[in-house]
T-cell receptor
Framework: RKEVEQDPGPFNVPEGATVAFNCTYSNSASQSFFWYRQDCRKEPKLLMSVYSSGNEDGRFTAQLNRASQYISLLIRDSKLSDSATYLCVVNRGDSSYKLIFGSGTRLLVRP | NAGVTQTPKFQVLKTGQSMTLQCAQDMNHNSMYWYRQDPGMGLRLIYYSASEGTTDKGEVPNGYNVSRLNKREFSLRLESAAPSQTSVYFC??????????????FGPGTRLTVL
C-alpha cells in the first residue's frame, strides 16, 4: 500500500463548479499535512497547510480526518486557472519529519 | 529574492557519463532536499541535508551522491548515469526540519535524459 494515495483523475469540470479531492495516508503518526499545486512542467508550490480543525483560504477548503486518515480539498467556483495537478503531502511521522508526496490528482477546468 | 535556483534546466547524458546538478537558495534556510519525479509517481526523496554539514539518505539514494557545500548550496552527483535515472530532479529547501517548519520551496527542476 502506498503511504499517500490519491485518485489520479483527471477531474474535468466546467468553470464555476465545485470539486473535491480526497487523499488517504497510511501512517497514523503523521502530524503535518499539506496540499501543493503543480502546474504542467513546473515545480510544486504550497497551496495550503491542513490543520486539525480544517481551514479555508478563499475558494479553497481543506479538511483533515485523523480517525479515517484522510485529507480533503474542496475548490468552489472553479476558475480556468485552477487547472493543475494537486499533490497531497504528509510528513512521515517519525523524527525525520520527511515529507511523503502523493502522485497527484489532475484537475481540468473547461470554459 | 530568486528563491531556489537549479542548473542546468535540461541535460542529456549517455549511459556511464557523470554529471553534477547544482542547487542554491537565498532564503537562509537550514534544510535542503533533492527529489526525483517520474510519471505516475509522487516526488521521491533522494537525499536531504537537515543542516549545513549533514546529509542523509532518502528513499532512493542508490546511484547518487550529494554535497552540502555551504548553507546556500546543495549539489547532486550522478557518478555513472543509467537510463533508470531519466527523470525530473527538483531541489527544495525549508527553514528547518520539524513539524512547524515543513513548508518546502522548490526550484524549477532539471529534466535529465540518459540514453
Amino acid at each position: 500500500r502506498k503511504e499517500v494515495e490519491q485518485d489520479p483523475g483527471p477531474f474535468n469540470v466546467p468553470e464555476g463548479a465545485t470539486v473535491a479531492f480526497n487523499c488517504t495516508y497510511s501512517n497514523s503518526a503523521s502530524q503535518s499535512f499539506f496540499w501543493y499545486r503543480q502546474d504542467c512542467r513546473k515545480e510544486p508550490k504550497l497551496l495550503m497547510s491542513v490543520y486539525s480543525s480544517g481551514n479555508e483560504d478563499g475558494r479553497f477548503t481543506a479538511q483533515l480526518n485523523r480517525a479515517s486518515q484522510y485529507i480533503s480539498l474542496l475548490i468552489r467556483d472553479s476558475k480556468l486557472s485552477d487547472s493543475a495537478t494537486y499533490l497531497c503531502v504528509v510528513n512521515r511521522g517519525d523524527s525525520s519529519y520527511k515529507l511523503i508526496f502523493g502522485s497527484g490528482t489532475r484537475l481540468l477546468v473547461r470554459p | 529574492n530568486a528563491g531556489v535556483t537549479q542548473t542546468p534546466k535540461f541535460q542529456v547524458l549517455k549511459t556511464g557519463q557523470s554529471m553534477t546538478l547544482q542547487c542554491a537558495q537565498d532564503m537562509n534556510h537550514n534544510s535542503m532536499y533533492w527529489y526525483r519525479q517520474d510519471p505516475g509517481m509522487g516526488l521521491r526523496l533522494i537525499y536531504y541535508s537537515a543542516s549545513e554539514g549533514t546529509t542523509d539518505k532518502g528513499e532512493v539514494p542508490n546511484g547518487y551522491n550529494v554535497s552540502r557545500l555551504n548553507k546556500r548550496e546543495f549539489s547532486l552527483r550522478l557518478e555513472s548515469a543509467a537510463p533508470s535515472q531519466t527523470s525530473v530532479y527538483f531541489c527544495a529547501s525549508s527553514e528547518a526540519v520539524g513539524p512547524s517548519y515543513n513548508e518546502q520551496f522548490f526550484g524549477p527542476g532539471t529534466r535529465l535524459t540518459v540514453l
